[in-house]
């Protein structure tokens, strides 16, 4: 048995196709859907999306959006998401640095700020991913404790 499964965000598709299982970080926790869920309606926050499809399991990040459940499928629309597989340690590395630094240089409150804040989010939940499931890979240059500030 499985489910339709289409993973969106504002510039591609990000992945479709058969699955066991979704789960994915709901507000209010985690959520397994399996196939003839009952429908349901539902905002994302930041953390991962788990695809199972037979022995294979893919991850993806997400920052944010909603998903759509229906008896026969699972859609997903991010804010913004990616395999797992497919992170830039380097660009992700690069990216919370630059974060960091224009925190210290805006005032608090302002729209620079808030972006700043919410691109670090999103650099910090990037690293901790490929830290946590690149499987057989060691990453030394992805530094720990990045998971109090991604929301797991």
């Keep these: 048995m499985s ?3 289409e993973i969106v965000s504002q510039d591609r598709k990000v992945w479709e196709g058969e699955a066991d299982m979704v789960v ?4 209010s926790g985690e959520m397994g859907i399996l196939e003839n869920h009952a429908p349901l309606l ?3 926050r930041p953390g991962y999306i788990k695809v199972v499809h037979g022995k294979d399991e893919e991850i993806f990040t997400v920052t944010g959006g909603v998903v ?3 008896p026969d499928k699972v859609t997903i629309l991010a804010d913004a998401s990616e395999r797992v ?7 992700a590395e690069e990216a919370r640095k630059r974060a960091e630094e224009l925190l210290k240089q805006t005032p608090p409150s302002t ?3 808030l972006a700043a804040q919410a691109a670090l ?3 910090k939940l990037r690293l901790e991913a490929v830290q946590r499931f690149r499987r ?3 990453h030394p240059q992805v530094q720990s404790g990045t998971s109090e500030e991604s929301g797991e």
């Design 3 to 5: 489910i339709k499964c």
């Design 42 to 44: 539902s905002t994302l």
């Design 85 to 91: 597989d497919e992170i830039d340690i380097k660009r």
């Design 136 to 138: 057989g890979k060691r």
């Design 121 to 123: 989010m999103r650099a």
């Design 111 to 113: 729209a620079e700020h």
């Design 68 to 70: 759509e459940v229906l």
């Design 24 to 27: 994915v970080p709901g507000k």
